[in-house]
Structure formats: C-alpha cells, structure tokens
Nanobody, 122 residues
C-alpha cells in the first residue's frame, strides 16, 4: 500500500506564508511527477503546481512568483512554499503523486493525500 500524508496547513493572515509538506510511504518502487491541487468551497479542484522527477516545474498563473514547489527524492517528499498569501488562496490543498508501487508489478497510479486546510484571513 502507498500513502501520502500532508502537513503544514493552517490559518494565516493575508500577506503571510505557509509551507506544506507531503510524504509518500509504503510499497514504493519509484515516484514520477508530484504536485499540489486545491479546492475552494463551491469550486472544482484545480492544479496549483507540479514537479517532475527531474525537477521541472509548472505553476498555475494565479500562484506564479508566490508559490514554490520542491521535492526531496531521498525522502519521497514534496513541499509547497506559499508566500504573499491572499484570501483567494483559501482552500483545501491536496498532494498528488504518480507512483510505481512494488505491489502492482510495474504499473503506476495516481495517489492523493487526505488534504490540508489553508485559510487566509484578510
């Protein structure tokens, strides 16, 4: 089994910063892309940012210049540094990773964390 466990969410004032972490554990052979999505109340889940296994990154226009994704492959962990937060960043943030598990004989699959709430007060 594979699990993604997020941490680091919370309440922050507008203009502040938070750092999210997501650690993958379990029967992992290798991890391809990792990323963060978010879902605000009444809205669809949206892509925030992704990072490939080699380090190439992509960002949603709404977070470019404010958020930074990074990963530690040795720890199977992805991070999201969020700066200059505003009320529109309020959402549940979900970690995502495409993982090849030793349990699935070379077949990869998408895995999701349980989500962590980020609330930005104005």
């Amino acid at each position: 089994q594979v699990q993604l466990v997020e941490s680091g969410g919370g309440l922050v004032q507008a203009g502040g910063s938070l750092r999210l972490s997501c650690a993958a554990s379990g029967s992992i052979f290798s991890i391809d892309a990792m990323g963060w999505y978010r879902q605000a109340p009444g809205k669809q889940r949206e892509l925030v940012t992704t990072i490939a296994s080699g380090g190439r990154t992509k960002y949603a226009d709404s977070v470019k210049g404010r958020f930074t994704i990074s990963r530690d492959n040795a720890k199977n962990t992805v991070y999201l540094q969020m700066n200059s937060l505003n009320s529109e960043d309020t959402a549940v943030y979900y970690c995502n990773a495409y993982i090849y598990s030793t349990d699935t004989y070379g077949r990869g699959a998408d895995y999701w964390g349980q989500g962590t709430q980020v609330t930005v007060s104005s």
